[in-house]
């Protein structure tokens, strides 16, 4: 009988199993055996060819006292001599700051978050950025913003030291510097430039902390008067629950409000999300209110208590979404101690968090007429560097406040902050009322009129902070978070949940400089409520010159207030329920005309939702732990009767 084709097939494969199955058998009797390989193709180490390179890079561990290495990338301008150094120490990768290209320049390469890179080169500067102990290729371990000695930190070691340890390391290993040193930085690298001020290296000549966290519980990114700033939940996970920021925050929704609003408390969301495995989290969620561990650590009332021995410049954004408290407050610490009115320099900008070293010529909807950021680099931070870094010292003619007028868009040269004007001018505190008819006016109420007027807030349905959808401030699709601050308020200002005051059109201009400051008489049929204060230029009905601007609602300064600390700061305590009672509190520095055609208006609301979390309005201990039950409607009352007037505190400007 003739074989069929598959036994044929069968027995023409046969020696090669047979191999096959005796190699497997040999490997498993612990025989070895050789495969052919192909070389690798990769040098076991490479030189990098940088004839062309314009700087020279140096990739370094520096020692600190207690034995932990700091990451550091060192830039050296080719041919540099007796030049400066610019540190600027971070926690968000010193190599990606220091590697925005694969360019040959230096230019290309800082152009990015944290380098003001025309500056840098045109300053001949030598480029110093360092990793903070534990993030990237720093050793030690990671704390969020590392207190100073004392007690929140018993170490040895903290901000200060290592940038003592850092400067000390600089001047005595690069040979191409002149032994001066500056240190500056945004936001957290902006709030590491004021920690060397309470002992500097003699080397550190200057700092510039711009946009800087102060103080997390007053008014930077934690809170806000002790409202939870939501927002930040996505950056304290990323930040802090590994090394390299490469945990990230799932996003569940297209729109933010949803998924906040789903969650319920921001304890509940951390629960759901892992938050709850972060050492800072944990910390906020027992730190609540304004105790010891926020009040040792504001760095403006830590700086109050030491000598002022260097040049600070504070670099401060009008519209700052993230950091709007920290370098007002810093100014108005060390000002004082400024006796001769050549160490302290404060800049305000019409920026939102940053954008003094990007492009400044408009803010969302706002166009200024000029690039107001080159400017400032241009003819406030490149000299004020050069004259205290360069050697030959060049002059500088730097007002020791430099301040945007907003409203005519110009620049203003100012002796102090705020002083309304370069001369002949005074800012006097003046209240702008509240009237019946959800009138506003600078006369008081008087007898016989309404006692006040009222909404219900529901946190079952909160005012959004920003038109919905709200995209997560980590989605990396969102580009609109830096503007949200100027946002068209007509959406609130239509919403029954918001009380909405307004002035006759203006017929003189009207400029404040400084704080405005809330004096809200208000009752709530609640145990606890959140008060929010919005002071908003209107603008005319039509604008000849750009007609998407009519009927704009630009917030000109806006803050929360959490109802429960109206006694304390420290020690909550439930509201009286129907009670009115007054809440005072500082809105964000201004410094702004509202025109003639244009009207004022204040906003009051008690959600802002979920830049901030929500209110129970039921006292309870502490609001990240309250349940769905907790949360309930409340009648919220404003008053505006003789001996119960509600106004915002207008720091106005008359005369000059």
Known sequence: MKPTLALRALAAVLPALVILLDSGSATAQGKPVTYPTLPSET?????????????????????????????????????????????????????????????????????????????????????VVQDVRGKYGSEGDYVMNRPLRGPQNPTPVDNATDTWDTVDWLVHNIPETNGKVGILGISYDGFLPLMPLVDPHPALKVSVPMNPMVDGWMGDDWFHNGAFREQMMPYIYEQDVTRDNSAWWPITDFDDYDTYMRAGSAGELARQRGLDQAGFWRKIVAHPSYDAFWSDQAVDKVLAQ???????????????????????????????????????????????????????????????????????RQHVLAPFLAHYLKDDAPPMDIAPVTAFETGTNRWEHLSSWPSGCASGCTVKATPLYMEPGLKLGFEAPTSGTAAYDEYVSDPSRPVPYRQRPIQSVSFVGNRTWPFWLVDDQREASGRTDVLTFVSDVLTAPVKISGQPVANLVASTSGTDSDWVVKLIDVYPQEVAANREMGGYQLMVAADIFRGRYRESLEIPKALTPNAPLLYRFALPNANHVFRPGHRIMVQVQSSWFPLYDRNPQTFVPNIFLAKPDDYVKATQRVYHAPGNASFVELPLVTGG
């Not at 954004?317 to 050549?342: C, F, H």
């Open 43 to 127: 040098p076991a180490s490479v030189t990098a060819a940088t004839g062309d390179f314009d700087y020279e890079r140096r990739d370094v561990m520096i020692p600190m006292r207690d034995g932990v290495r700091l990451h550091t990338v060192v830039l050296v301008p080719k041919g540099a001599h007796r030049a400066p150094i610019l540190l600027t120490r971070t926690p968000y990768d010193a190599t990606a700051l220091t590697t925005h290209s694969h360019s040959v320049h230096l230019g290309p390469i800082l152009q990015g978050y944290d380098n003001a890179t025309d500056v840098i080169v045109d300053g001949g500067y030598i480029r």
């Open 306 to 376: 030491h000598p002022l021995k260097i040049p600070v410049m504070l670099v401060h954004s009008l519209w700052d979404q993230e950091d709007i408290y920290g370098a007002p407050a810093v100014y108005r610490a060390l000002e004082p101690k400024d006796t001769d009115n050549d160490m302290v320099y404060l800049v305000l900008g019409p920026w939102h968090h940053g954008q003094e070293i990007g492009d400044g010529s408009t803010l969302g909807a706002l166009h200024f007429g000029m690039d107001t950021s080159l400017w400032f």
